[in-house]
Structure formats: C-alpha cells, structure tokens
C-alpha cells in the first residue's frame, strides 16, 4: 500500500518567506525547452536551450512559453537560478496516437524507439561538464499516456483481418538522476545538445518530431541582494 508523505507545516513566523510574493524564494521547479527533431534525416547534433521566448526555430516557429521559459538565449537571466537534480528528455513523435486496422504499421511506437535507443547528452555549464551519458532513453519524463488496447470488431477488408488496434505508446521509467547535483547560476551559459556519432537517426515514419528538455530541482528567484 502506498503511503502518502506529507511535507511538515511551516512555523507561522516562517509563513512570510514562503509566500509566492516574496521577495527571494526557492521552491520546486522546472527550466524546459523544446527542438524539432527532423524525421527524415535526423540529426548530428540539436542543441538545447538556444532560442529564447519570441525566437525563431525550425525555419518559421516563434517560441512561446510552452517551448521554453528562457528569456535569454543560452543562460538564465540574472536573479534566477537552479540546482538540478533531474533531467527528462521528452521526445514527441510527430505521427498520430492511434491505428486502426491489423496490419498497421505501428509508427509511433517505432519512432520512440528509435529515439531511446541512440544519442547521447551532453550537458555542461560554462566548460565545465555536468552530464554525458546515453541512450536518450535514459531520460523519459515522469507523467505518460495510460490506456487499454482492445481487438474489436470492425468493417475493415479482409486483409485487415477484421480488427482494430489503438496504438498508445511513451518513453517510461524514473526521471534521470545518475549525476552528481548542481546549479545553474543566472547568467552562466548553458552549453546543452543532443548527439549522435556515427550514423545519423531517421524516424521511421519519416515524420518531424519534437524534444522537451526538462530541468527539475530548486529554483531560486532573488529580488534583493543578499550574502552568502
């Protein structure tokens, strides 16, 4: 049976620090970005964390705040920071969820394989590496699809064998925490990619994707100066 835990009451004289007004702050949180993945000719390297909010990617896109949260090319902007104890690599295969029909071909499920199976990441702050480890599969994100595939009964020709399949497929397992911790100061610059050497990854779909990276940990907003 799972327990619930639950986090211990703050004093009341601790109540003003916590308020989400306050004015230096370090609660739970994410820095997130998001590439496209070519599906056709994959890819040597993508670099990460590059294009701001209001910055063009893949040819014609303007990234807005469900791409990313930087509001600087490269760095947190001075006043933020994080200590990261996560990292999630979400890869998106831009194919439709689900199939129908016995002899479909099941490309979601083909192309996230394929994403898992290859790549690395390479991930440091400033020159100093932090992370350089692979497969991408390493890094799935925490939430997924969940859902039941039944056969059913259908009007498909024969060949289809008279059945349907619904095609629900993602990356799974714990959010990737084999490093040592550490902080992303404001201001320092973020030098993240995802690459392959050797052979290049095709989908086999032949469809675009897309890849969310997810910083988890303590984020740390400070408003006024303090000492350390």
């Known amino acids: 049976m799972n327990m619930q835990v639950r986090r211990p009451h ?20 994410a820095i997130w970005d998001t590439v496209f993945y070519d599906g056709t000719n994959g890819h040597d390297e993508l670099q990460l964390f590059r294009v701001p909010i209001g910055g063009v990617f893949n040819g014609a896109v303007t990234k807005t705040k469900e791409h990313t949260n930087l509001l600087t090319a490269g760095q947190l902007d001075n006043g933020v920071s994080i200590f990261v104890t996560g990292i999630q690599l979400i890869f998106v295969p831009g194919v439709a969820v689900g199939r129908l029909g016995a002899n479909a071909k099941f490309d979601r499920s083909n192309d996230l394989q394929a994403f898992a199976e290859r790549g690395l990441l390479d991930f440091s702050v400033g020159q100093d590496q932090a992370v350089f480890d692979g497969p991408l599969g390493l890094f799935p994100g925490e939430t997924r699809l969940i859902g039941e595939g039944n056969a059913f009964a259908d009007s498909f020709t024969a060949d289809d064998n008279k059945a349907g399949v619904l095609e629900l497929t993602t990356l799974a397992g714990k959010s990737y925490t084999d490093f040592e911790p550490f902080p992303i100061i404001g201001g320092q610059n973020i030098n993240a990619a995802l690459k392959w050497f ?9 469809q675009n994707g897309k890849v969310i990276c997810r910083l988890t940990g303590s984020i740390y907003r400070i408003k006024t100066a303090v000492t350390v």
Do not use: D, I
């Open 10 to 29: 703050p004093a009341l004289n601790q109540l003003a620090a916590a308020r989400v007004s306050a004015e230096n702050t370090a609660k739970y949180g």
């Open 198 to 206: 050797g052979s290049k990854v095709a989908m086999p779909s032949g």
